[in-house]
Structures are given as structure tokens and as C-alpha cells.
């Protein structure tokens, strides 16, 4: 056992980059010199595979134009179908179950559209208070279009502290009048990870659907879906799937679903055999292609290619280890660094409940947040009082992590954050 000193001094740092089975993906991304981005769990950084499969997919329409649909080495046509099968493998399921497609909200709205089927009493959606607002507009508004209120019909379980779901609370909402549940795999602020086989058999037995929004795990954490039976899930793939900005977005549809009619129908969820004939009579295809909609964003969805590929080599079982050191290592160092400084860890110790990021709450974070981008260190602020901090497996090194802790250990012994006001930028 090394002792708890033995992490503080930069030595370790550098010896646990030196043992570091995946340090090598760290060099295909582009890492601004001397800054430490921790904000990967918002907008992962681009790499150059990524970049290359970009601007292959722009040669193929600068060479082939139309004949890009069905020529070359990834026919738009079939791109979407082909980037779910690679995705499939992060979350735990078939190839077909699968499909890159839209984005977050957007498949939310899809989804809910075909998995809430109200019946009689049975007509509420169980959702939570600490989910991303833009899941609870979309549930809202999919309960409206039905003509029910959502002050009625959309039950929010509370939690005991404003950070965390205790899955005890989800289970005792499960009630006869539920419908359909939809909740965070991991919580977008205090990166607690949902235990979501639990919750799904807990669901299954009192005869609920469930589906999970995965935008803070995949990429992160390994899911299986398939096993677990969760009946659909949606993630975006612009946080750890690097993506790029606006990046397509992924969903996940179990099987035993298949040949449900989408909530929302459109030329692209076609069987692939029929789109063309251009009959009036929509033949979903029998996959979780039958999700989407209209033309599919080629350029937006070409970075993914180089991406996967990496996730592909990497393996997310090395990716999840690598993550839980790299968030264990940054709040033992948070706890023995600054240990006065009014910091409360507001993640999950314990490693089968956290994310990938480490939640930092503090009555100054607003100015904390602002004083560490401005000394190099990108963090990501969530009013009112939450710095989030994610060291990414495939980019962030250790010694990075250290950096980070000495940084903010100046910033907080000189008092640098008051030089800073007290607002948050538009943007985080
Ligand atoms: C990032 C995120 C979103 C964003 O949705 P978009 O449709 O991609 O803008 C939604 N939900 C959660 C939980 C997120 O973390």
C-alpha cells in the first residue's frame, strides 16, 4: 500500500502517465500547448482521425457529388446504419439496435412519441428533478400534444439532497399510473451513474417501459443494454465520443421492439430496400434505423468514423479504468490540497456510482471557474454553485490532473478568484 502522501508529489503523476496503457490516443488529438482541458464531458476536443474522416466525407462530395449516397468507402447512404453498428459495441448492444441519428432532444421526442402509449390509468411519464431541463421540456411537451398536463402527468421523483436519486425513491414512484420512465444514466451535474439494470428489472415487473439518456456515460462508462433489456436510449456524441460541435446523436432501440411504428415517421426510417420505390405506405425498417427521419447529417456524422475507431482500439473496459483512477486520484487530491478552502466533493466516492466527472461545489464557483480558464485550466461551471471537472481516458494525462490541483490550490491560496466577477458566461 503507498502511502496517501505518495500521491501529492508529481513524481506519482508522472510515473501513473508512464504505466498508462492507453497514453498513447493522447497524441492523436490536438491539445492546446500548456492548457488543461477538463471540459471533455461538455465538448470533447477533436483528434486527427476524426478530423481525416471528416474531410474524406467532403472529398467524396467534392469528387463524386451525387454518386456520394452509394459510391466509395462509407456511401452516405448506409452511414448512419454503419455508425450505429460501430456504437454498438459502447453500449451493449446489436448492430441493428443501433443508429446515428439526430440529436439528444430530438431522439427523446422520437422515442417518447412511440414508447408512450397512455392507457387508461396507466398514462404518466416518471422522470427526476435533477435531469437536464431540455429532456423535461421534450416530456412535457410530448404530454400536451396528447392533451394531458404536464403538471398532472409528468411525475418528477425528488431528491433527498439536491445532488443525488436515491433508487429507492424511483422504485416507490413506479406506480400503476406510470407509463413510461426516462432518467439520466449518470446525473449531468453530480455525475452520479444510476444503477440502471435495477431500475430497468424494477420497471419491467410492474409492466413499465424504460428508457435512459446516456449523454454522460457513453463514451464514459461500458452499458449493456441488450442484457439489462432497457427498452430504448438516447445519447448526444459530442461529450466523450468527440464528436465535434452539433455532432449527430445516437439511439439504441432493444430488439424485442422492433417493427413499432416510430412516433415520428419519416423517408429515412424506410426499410432500405423500399425508400426508393417512393410508395405512399411507410415500411419501417426492422431495425432501430426505423428511428429516423429525414436526409441524415453527413458532414456532422463523419467525424464519428475516426472516433469510434479509437474507442474501437481503446477497449471501454480500459476506458472506465482509466477514468475511475484518473476522478479517484482528482478528489484524493482535492481532499488533501485544499482541504479548508470550503470545497465539498459533490460526485460519488464510491466507484460503481460515479461518472466520469468530478462534481466541485463552492459557494465561489462562479469566480473559481473564471480564475482557473484564466490560469489554463478549462473546468466547466453549473449555476449556481457546481464546477465540474472530467479528466478524459483517451486525452487527459495525470500529470494534467495534478497540474489542475496545483493551479487551483494558488487560485484559492491567493485568493486570484476575487479578481473575477460573479456571473456566468453565456455558454457554461
Ligand atoms: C448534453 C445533454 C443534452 C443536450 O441535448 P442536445 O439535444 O444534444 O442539445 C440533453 N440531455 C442531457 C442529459 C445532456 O447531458
Same mark, same amino acid.
Given at each position: ?37 477538463? #471540459? /471533455?464531458?461538455? @465538448? ?5 482521425? &476524426? ?5 474524406? !466525407? %467532403? ?101 433527498? #439532497? /439536491?445532488?443525488? @436519486? ?5 422504485? &416507490? ?5 406510470? !407509463? %413510461? ?248
Amino acid at each position: 500500500m503507498e502511502s496517501r502522501s505518495v500521491l501529492l508529489k508529481e513524481a506519482h503523476a508522472l510515473q501513473c502517465d508512464a504505466e498508462d496503457g492507453l497514453a498513447r490516443f493522447r497524441e492523436a488529438f490536438y491539445i492546446q500547448p500548456g492548457i488543461v482541458y477538463l #471540459d /471533455g464531458n461538455s @465538448l470533447g476536443l477533436l483528434s486527427r482521425r &476524426a478530423e481525416e474522416a471528416l474531410l474524406r !466525407a %467532403l472529398d467524396d462530395w467534392k469528387t463524386r457529388g451525387i454518386d456520394g449516397w452509394t459510391e466509395g468507402d462509407n456511401p452516405w447512404f448506409y452511414q448512419a446504419e454503419r455508425l450505429g453498428a460501430m456504437s454498438a459495441p459502447l453500449v451493449g448492444a446489436e448492430p441493428d439496435e443501433v443508429v446515428v441519428s439526430g440529436s439528444t432532444t430530438v431522439n427523446l421526442h422520437q422515442l417518447a412519441a412511440a414508447f408512450f402509449c397512455p392507457e387508461g390509468k396507466r398514462s404518466k411519464i416518471l422522470a427526476d428533478e435533477l435531469n437536464f431541463p431540455s429532456d423535461i421540456y421534450a416530456l412535457q411537451s410530448q404530454l400536451r400534444l396528447r392533451g394531458l398536463d404536464p403538471a398532472d402527468y409528468l411525475v418528477r421523483v425528488k431528491s433527498r #439532497d /439536491g445532488r443525488y @436519486l436515491a433508487e429507492e425513491d424511483i422504485i &416507490a414512484a413506479m406506480t400503476e399510473e406510470v !407509463a %413510461l420512465i426516462v432518467l439520466p444514466t449518470v446525473l449531468y451535474k453530480s455525475g452520479q451513474l444510476l444503477d440502471i439494470p435495477r431500475l430497468t428489472a424494477e420497471a419491467h415487473a410492474r409492466g413499465i417501459l424504460i428508457g435512459f439518456d446516456g449523454c454522460h456515460s457513453v463514451g464514459a462508462i461500458p452499458h449493456r443494454f441488450s442484457e439489462w433489456g432497457v427498452d430504448f436510449a438516447y445519447w448526444c456524441t459530442y461529450k466523450y465520443l468527440n464528436s465535434g460541435p452539433g455532432g449527430v446523436g445516437g439511439l439504441y432501440v432493444n430488439r424485442k421492439h422492433f417493427g413499432r411504428l416510430p412516433g415520428l415517421a419519416g423517408w429515412f426510417g424506410s426499410d432500405k430496400e423500399k425508400q426508393f420505390d417512393m410508395e405512399h405506405d411507410f415500411t419501417p425498417a426492422r431495425t432501430a434505423g426505423a428511428y429516423q427521419i429525414g436526409t441524415p447529417h453527413i458532414l456532422s456524422m463523419a467525424p464519428l468514423f475516426g472516433s469510434l475507431e479509437m474507442f474501437a482500439e481503446a477497449g471501454m473496459e480500459a476506458i472506465r479504468d482509466k477514468s475511475l483512477r484518473q476522478t479517484r486520484y482528482l478528489m484524493d487530491l482535492i481532499d488533501m490540497e485544499l482541504p479548508d478552502m470550503g470545497f465539498v466533493i459533490g460526485s460519488p466516492r464510491e466507484d460503481e456510482r460515479r461518472g466520469g466527472h468530478v462534481s466541485l461545489e463552492h459557494p465561489e464557483a462562479a469566480r473559481i471557474s473564471q480564475a482557473l480558464k484564466a490560469h489554463g485550466v478549462i473546468p466547466d461551471f453549473r449555476a449556481p454553485n457546481v464546477i465540474r471537472l472530467a479528466p478524459v481516458a483517451l486525452y487527459t494525462s495525470y500529470h494534467e490532473v495534478w497540474r489542475a490541483v496545483q493551479v487551483l490550490k494558488r487560485i484559492m491560496q491567493e485568493k486570484l478568484y476575487e479578481r473575477y466577477e460573479n456571473k456566468r458566461g453565456v455558454v457554461t
